[in-house]
């Protein structure tokens, strides 16, 4: 085979070539009447389909981009193959006999064996290692399959194999069936050996499963330790690098789901092959996972090429991910990936943190289902978890996750969808939200650069940043805590005037941690009117305190001066000690009214009317308080 192809043989695969079929492997394709088909174009991004095909013509072409041609230049261009490759290709899979030129000698593909070869000794391998399977050494293997409910027709289905453990059987297998060590070792089936000895293959003594393309072709395997003295400690081995396996680009699953995702527009990403086998075997046929490397930006091209739906590209795409921190990770960087993407992606978490695989096990092919019909839109999933790190029933964490929430929806490019995640927000913190909407757009003035258009993406740090380590407290002087403070002066100051006046005061009515401190500094010692008899009361108090920021705060309210020019009457101290309490029952209120706002009425409806009933006594406690203050002037 060393002459140039003749042009009848290239006339004659142009010829017997299915365009449409060829095609058909990389985009769905929808009739578009006149014979003609269409899909979402695989040579550029659109969400509405402009790529023509025309069988009787064998010709395709893009009105969106212009890319055009045969079934020829289709197959070089996606799959980056040379003329003669292509060509060879098309040969083989169509029964075309190449006949090439005489004695003239051209070798226009780069170095390494030909994608056929490659390929064809992945399917010889793939044979043999399901045959292995079936061999005593596999019975752990077996084993593995067995209890995570998968059994030999499922193993034949998904074209399970094992890899002896010997280290050449594979080697020699294919050396036996013709390939060359290059062949063999070019496609990561087999390791050169460094010590000049022959190559060894690259999978030993593990459990296998094919990693096909959507074509159905084998072009590399992932790998899982069975053994516990097996000298790879990863628990998966995957295919690295070659000409014809891109990990950034393959799909465990894709053939088996592909026709199914262009029917419901829908694709179900998973982490794993067993959780791939799982949803299958559930039902949920539009399973597949990322192979060795996280789910991408080319990845998700892929994923679209094939769920092409209608004239728009409506499909969505549901993540299974784990409810840990990794998974939230994973969403959150999903967030920020390709925005088109992101409003039709979805995330489904089972509320036990197991993955479709265990879900199958220990609940059924129903509750795989479920978990897929259970999906709710990523940025709820993203947003809820940044909600989640606060303490809600506070004033403050409610600030802090109105903010660092706002401050994620101002990333969103599309602004149309930033309104609708204000009020998201505002639900799920429980605010107004007119006050959500104003936290959004402060946090988009806040954000440097180009808000619209452009590609400009904020620094992953700043929207991934941890909540900051627990800052220094606020000041003592911080006017929030003017009447804590007020307070303590006249419990150190005037215990005698204030006496049992504070016998309704607990350390729950000081905000801040220093005066919650001085003022169980003072209950320990008896209350204020212990105080009473005791000129050294406050000077004993401030030798007692272990904390040096206490003793410190009970000197400073020791001295500092009242903002009064006589001393205090029984009047003025009352009026403080029931603002301090009044205070507190604000608190609540605001507390509660947030837990109410973040209820729904009509599916908790108990917890609601406790709610309701909550309200209306302490606002009927405060009314009381109010009542004391008017009646002691
Ligand atoms: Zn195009």
Request: charged share 30%; proline share 5%.
């Amino acid at each position: 085979m060393s002459g140039r192809i003749r042009e009848e043989s290239i006339a004659e695969v142009r010829e017997k070539a299915l365009i449409d079929e060829v095609v058909g492997q990389y985009v769905t394709l929808k009739n578009a009447g006149g014979g003609s088909q269409k899909g979402l174009c695989p040579f550029h991004d659109e969400k509405t389909p402009s790529f023509n095909v025309n069988p009787s013509r064998q010709s395709f072409h893009c009105f969106g981009c212009g890319e055009g041609g045969d079934v020829i230049s289709f197959l070089m261009k996606i799959d980056g193959l040379t003329f003669t490759e292509t060509v060879e290709r098309l040969a083989e899979k169509y029964g075309v006999q190449l006949k090439h030129e005489e004695g003239e000698s051209r070798d226009e593909r780069p170095k390494g064996p030909p994608r056929g070869k490659l390929v064809e000794a992945h399917r010889v391998a793939q044979e043999f290692y399901a045959e292995q399977l079936l061999t005593p050494e596999a019975a752990q293997a077996r084993q593995f399959l067995t209890e995570r409910g998968f059994d030999g027709d499922t193993a034949a289905t998904f074209g399970l194999g094992f890899a002896p453990r010997g280290g050449e059987d594979l080697f020699r297998h294919l050396r036996a069936r013709g390939f060359s060590p290059e062949e063999i070792t070019v496609g990561g089936l087999a390791v050169p050996s460094q010590r000049g000895g022959s190559p060894y293959d690259r999978f030993r003594g593990r459990l296998l499963w094919p990693i096909r393309e959507a074509s159905g072709e084998t072009i590399g395997f992932g790998a899982r330790r069975i053994f516990d003295d097996d000298r790879v400690e990863a628990k998966y081995l995957n295919t690295a690098e070659t000409p014809i396996y891109k990990k950034s680009r393959v799909l465990y699953g894709i053939d088996l789901a592909r026709r199914e995702m262009g029917r419901a527009s829908q694709a179900v990403v998973v982490e794993g092959y067993t959780d791939v086998m799982a949803c299958h075997l559930a039902g949920v046929k539009t399973a597949v996972a990322s192979c060795g490397t996280a789910f991408g930006d080319e990845h998700a091209k892929v994923l679209r090429r094939y769920m092409a739906d209608h004239e728009e590209f409506r499909g969505e795409v549901v993540f299974t991910f784990d409810g840990d921190a990794a998974g939230q990770a994973a969403a959150l960087k999903a967030f920020q990936g390709d925005q088109n993407f992101v409003s039709q992606t979805y995330v489904a978490v089972e509320p036990d943190g197991l993955d479709p695989c265990d879900v199958r096990i220990k609940k059924g092919d129903a509750a795989v289902r479920e978990l897929v019909a259970r999906r709710v839109p990523l940025y709820r999933f993203v947003l809820s978890n940044i909600v989640a790190k606060y303490d809600l029933d506070r004033a403050d964490g409610r600030v802090d996750a109105l903010r660092e929430s706002a401050r994620l929806v101002s990333s969103i490019r599309d602004r149309s969808k930033v309104d609708a995640f204000a009020r998201e927000i505002a639900s799920m913190v429980g605010v107004e939200v007119e006050e959500a909407r104003a936290e959004v757009r402060r946090a988009s003035q806040r954000r440097p650069g180009p808000v619209s258009g452009g590609h400009h993406a904020p620094p992953e740090e700043e929207l991934v940043a941890e909540r900051p380590a627990r800052q220094e407290l606020p000041s003592l002087r911080d006017p929030r805590f003017a009447i804590e403070r007020e307070t303590l002066k006249l419990v150190l100051q005037h215990p005698m005037v204030i006496g049992r006046t504070t016998s309704d005061v607990g350390p729950e009515d000081f905000m801040h941690p220093t005066y919650r401190a001085v003022w169980e500094a003072v209950a320990a010692a008896g209350g204020a009117h212990a105080g009473a008899a005791d000129v050294a009361w406050s000077g004993r108090l401030r030798d007692q305190a272990t904390d040096p920021a206490v003793a410190s705060a009970i000197s400073e309210l020791s001295v500092e001066p009242l903002p009064l020019a006589k001393a205090p009457t029984a009047d003025y101290v009352l009026q403080h000690v029931v603002r301090l309490l009044e205070l507190t029952t604000l608190r609540r209120i605001d507390q509660v009214k947030s837990k109410m706002q973040r209820t729904n009425p009509v599916e908790h409806v108990e917890a609601y009317n406790r709610m309701f009933g909550e309200l209306a006594a302490l606002e009927e406690h405060r009314r009381k308080l109010r009542d004391r203050i008017v009646g002691s002037q």
